[in-house]
């Protein structure tokens, strides 16, 4: 195989993995499963320190077996109950007397979570103690990215940084473009992009999760309701709406089921998958064809996404339904043009959006997003485009660096704004 397609397989096997609840949290609660497995012993009391942004995306959002919100419970349920192997999948066996244990170290003030200064946009720190022994462990530029770990004071472990690789850094010395995004998911050996057939699999399963349970603001279900009622129809851009949402009403409201993430994101995982796996459906595609168009999409959003910090004030579910309306494209027989077009149409509607933290109306902004995939990939078929309309150029590279520059250099006050309210 070609050695720059064994690159992007790597980049997908390394940041489309299964994650159990929003990333901000879990990454407190494996970091704090890491240190108890090092003190090995149960803690007494349990230090958080965190970045503005990881701190921002923890505030509202559920932790999975917990019924509870926050870095605090997090951090105490991993530190109680998490398996230091699992990953982003730390609190999958969680048990309801191990959550009211972790509480109990809440409650008796045993807990203490607060914001740190970092130049790093993903950083954990979790200290724990018990007795005279203390064990700590820092992840830094990734979710489960261990930089250090210490027992009472003494380092165990540091990780060596020219192997570990930060989630913004991830495509950094890697020849990838657009196009060698399209011509490596067209032409890879389906057997070596099987695997990515999962996201479909989990993201499809949290789908029906949040359709038939009560989640968050229930948006996919209100849908539903609407549909029941004649209010709206149910075709393929309704349909896209409600279950994409669906899955992110269930994700964002506890639901015990993992997400096939993307680049550190459950939600966005979820809205590189389900608007692909239901066009597929709606073009009678094979599955060879569905796990081509996943590729495309989930590939596609890492490689826009990495032109920016993977956590600012910019959502990343625009770039993402970005890189799924050209996948959707390619499924309903358009050409790589046109796939372009689809690229340049979303960002234009709906890179306005602002990330204000992960919460139960996230699903929201799945929806507005997937939305504008499917309005974006029918005109795309149809090749209208915006192109060098004001963010948007003439060519998609072009939009993909303007993209970048705009939250990288004009966002960022932005960004501290949005937390500055958020915390008072």
Known sequence: MIPQWQQYIQIINQVVKPALGCTEPIAAAYASAVARALLNAEPSSISVQVSDNLYKNSMGVYVPGTGKI?????????????NADAGLEVLATITPEQVAQAQRLIDAGQVKVERTETAEFIYCC?????????????????HTLIAEKRLNGEPVYTSDSTQSVATGSICDGVEISIESIYKFALEVPFEEIKFILKASELN????????????????????KSGIAAGIIGEDLLNKIVMLTAAASD?????????????LGSGNQGIAATIPVVLTAQCYNASEEKLARALIMSHLGAIYIKSHYPPLSA?????????????????????????????????ISDSSGMVCDGAKASCAMKVSTSSSAAVRSFLMALSSHNVSGQGIIATDVEKTIKNIGKMVLNGMSSTDVTIIDIMST
């Open 70 to 82: 926050g870095l605090a419970i997090a951090a105490a349920a991993g530190a109680i109950a998490g």
């Open 126 to 142: 979790v200290t724990l103690k018990a007795g005279d022994q203390e064990a700590q462990v820092k992840i830094c530029g990734g």
């Open 204 to 223: 499809g399963k949290l789908s029906d999760e949040g359709m038939a349970n009560p989640y968050g603001l229930e948006v996919g279900r209100t849908m």
């Open 250 to 262: 269930a994700r964002m409201g506890g639901a015990n089921l993992p997400a096939m993430s993307n």
């Open 314 to 346: 910019f959502c990343g579910n625009t770039v993402t339904s970005a890189a799924a309306s050209m996948a959707m494209v390619y499924l309903a027989g358009g050409s790589f043009a046109q796939s372009c077009f689809a690229i340049q149409n979303v």
